[in-house]
């Protein structure tokens, strides 16, 4: 345990599994009191276990990303049992079926950007919200190597999502560092997490799969990322504003 995030509240949407999980244990592992929110009670209940197995303090509250008065009450409900919001990291997300536009089901395309664009956007509107009005605060989004900086054919819609939140992270910074809120995203790319892995595929298949279209040769280590996230998060990023730190080994220069 260290103290980088000693007397802070943390929210992480999407720590049910993958890097929202990983996060969530990190941030409590520098001290921080973690809230861990998404649509899964059981996964979530399973992050919150393994953050107290290690001596951290967490707890969870069910949450429907797309559903403003969801998200409004989860704010709203991690400052009254804590009294602070100090951090956020924004994770939640969805890849969506792969299909050639012309191909693609509206209602697909749809889901896919209410989740990762229109979410993303209404846990910014009320994270935001509390945290100018009490001191500022540090928000970190989950962007994608695919969107703004990667194009690959077949998702469209998640790459349209994700460009679009690389996009918003910035503007939403520069709108509120007056209010003493820093905004960043990182921009993955395939990472050892369940969302990289193919129904059925194993670890092996996954590289094989994948690693040849990294110049690095495979894909990133979960806590590439989340040292990535932990530091636009922390005092020692406080000059960074506005950032899509891209970590992908190389697929996307």
Same mark, same amino acid.
Request: glycine share 10%.
């Given at each position: ?5 000693? *007397?802070?509240?943390?929210?992480? %949407? ?13 941030? &409590? $592992? ?17 992050? @919150?276990? *393994? %953050? ?18 969801? @998200?409004?009450?989860?704010? &709203?409900?991690?400052? !009254?049992?804590?009294? &602070?919001?100090?951090? &956020? ?84 910074? !520069?709108?509120? %560092?007056?209010?003493?809120?820093? %905004?960043?995203? @990182? ?10 892995? *193919? ?16 110049? =690095?040769? $495979? ?25 899509? =730190? ?8």
């Amino acid at each position: 345990m260290t103290s980088r995030f000693h *007397q802070r509240v943390v929210l992480v %949407i999407g720590a049910g599994s993958g890097i929202g999980r990983a996060t969530a244990l990190a941030f &409590a $592992r520098e001290g921080a009191t973690v809230v861990a929110a998404g649509r899964d009670k059981d996964r979530l209940a399973g992050t @919150v276990e *393994q %953050i107290r197995l290690v001596g951290g303090t967490a707890d969870h509250f069910v949450t429907d990303l797309t559903r403003e008065e969801q @998200v409004e009450e989860l704010v &709203a409900n991690v400052v !009254r049992r804590h009294g &602070a919001l100090h951090v &956020a990291h924004n994770n939640a997300g969805t890849f969506g079926p792969a299909a050639p536009v012309a191909d693609m089901d509206p209602d697909e395309w749809r889901r896919t950007l209410e989740t990762n664009l229109t979410g993303t956007f209404l846990a910014l509107k009320y994270e935001v919200s509390h945290m100018r009005e009490h001191g500022g605060g540090a928000i970190v989004n989950t962007s994608s190597n695919i969107g703004a900086h990667l194009r690959l054919p077949h998702l469209a819609a998640y790459a349209a999502s994700k460009a679009g939140l690389s996009t918003l992270t910035r503007v939403a910074a !520069r709108d509120h %560092i007056a209010d003493g809120v820093r %905004i960043n995203a @990182v921009s993955p790319g395939p990472v050892d997490a369940p969302m990289s892995r *193919q129904p059925g595929e194993s670890d092996e298949e996954r590289t094989a799969r994948l690693g040849p279209s990294i110049p =690095l040769g $495979r894909i990133a280590f979960l806590n590439e990322v989340v040292s990535a996230v932990l530091w636009l998060a922390s005092d020692d990023a406080g000059f960074t504003v506005g950032s899509d =730190l891209v970590i992908d080994g190389g697929a996307s220069a």
